[in-house]
């Protein structure tokens, strides 16, 4: 299948990591990704707040452009797919407002005619290339992993935008995925929680301690990492660890994997081709894990 690739900032600023492992497990997927440079960016939800006929502005222009291409839009950040739904939404509902934003974009030539599909890789992967389809793409099963699902608050919320009506599949994608690949799900109630992020510059105590309850909380339960669709949300998780582990006087270590790297290290590459020397909390349980699970399978053979 071929896709307008919506790759985000992040992917390619915070988290750079992100965006080469989603090039090299969408080779192996048969997707094909015919990226939206020159795309702005979706506002995050914290542009809206603000001004969010602006915001609703800069997402139609994206959907027009992809609507150019006659391609569905791929998202990789949960936070982009929640921002684009609701966008897609306000604009479907009311044709007046849809009108007036096309007003604006009639300055580029571009026009929003509302026939856009917006999906995340995690719905792609689940509801259009099928969970059996992904199994038999892989070459390496992680049954010594114990992974806790966590999806960030926009690709869970607000359900209205989300299609969760239509595709109640979608409410547990992310744990069929940790299941495809042989690992063990720890479930827990703070999967669908917000990760702290929005809240760090203007309360980072409050930030940090989210990231210690989650990381905690997966690791209490047994969990030896966590995976997540949101870059933003690894961000948090990631790179706020070790002073949520200071501050909460927890001795935490939970390594977070973006949900390519998962599917990427099941595919077969290696955890330096799925970047994650890049982390900030160590990785290297999980790549001991592969490790011993590969020489079994060289031994074998």
């Known amino acids: 299948m071929k896709v307008a690739f919506y ?18 497990v969408c080779q192996k997927l048969g997707i094909e990704l015919d990226e939206l440079t020159g795309a702005a960016c979706t506002g995050a939800g914290v542009l809206q707040e603000k001004d969010r006929k602006l915001g609703d502005t800069l997402n139609a222009r994206t959907f027009a452009m992809a609507e150019k291409k006659g391609l569905p839009i791929m998202t990789i950040c949960s936070t982009c797919q929640g921002v684009m739904s609701q966008a897609y939404k306000r604009l479907m509902d009311d044709a007046k407002y849809r009108e007036e934003v096309n007003a604006l974009l009639k300055e580029e030539g571009l026009e929003f005619k509302g026939t856009v599909v917006i999906k995340h890789l995690l719905w792609i992967m689940v509801e259009d290339i099928g969970v059996d ?18 999806y960030g608050c926009y690709i869970v919320r607000p359900s209205w935008a989300l299609g969760f009506a239509e595709h109640p599949d979608r409410q547990h994608s992310l744990e069929d995925l940790i299941e495809a690949v042989g690992a063990t799900v720890v479930d ?6 917000c990760c702290g992020l929005p809240i760090l510059l203007i309360n980072e105590k409050n930030s940090v301690d989210m990231v210690a309850k989650h990381t905690s909380t997966a ?10 669709p949101c870059p933003l949300c690894h961000l948090n998780l990631d790179g706020y660890q070790p002073k949520a582990a200071k501050q909460s006087g927890i001795g935490i270590h939970m390594p977070i994997l973006h949900l390519p790297q998962l599917i990427g290290l099941a595919m077969g590459f290696s955890p330096k081709e799925m970047g994650m020397e890049r982390h900030i909390v160590s990785t290297r349980e999980v790549e001991e894990a592969i490790a011993g699970r590969s020489a079994v399978g060289a031994g074998r053979r």
């Not at 827990?188 to 929680?193: C, F, I, S, V």
């Not at 690791?219 to 997540?228: E, I």
Request: proline content about 10%; charged content about 20%; aromatic content about 6%.
């Open 219 to 228: 690791q209490h339960l047994g969990a030896n990492a966590m995976v997540t």
């Open 7 to 24: 790759p985000g900032c992040v992917s390619r600023g915070g988290c750079p990591e992100l965006y080469p492992a989603t090039i090299k």
């Open 133 to 150: 389809r992904v199994k038999a793409l892989l070459t390496r099963q992680l049954p010594d992993l114990r992974i806790a699902p966590f």
């Open 188 to 193: 827990y109630d703070g999967k669908t929680k």
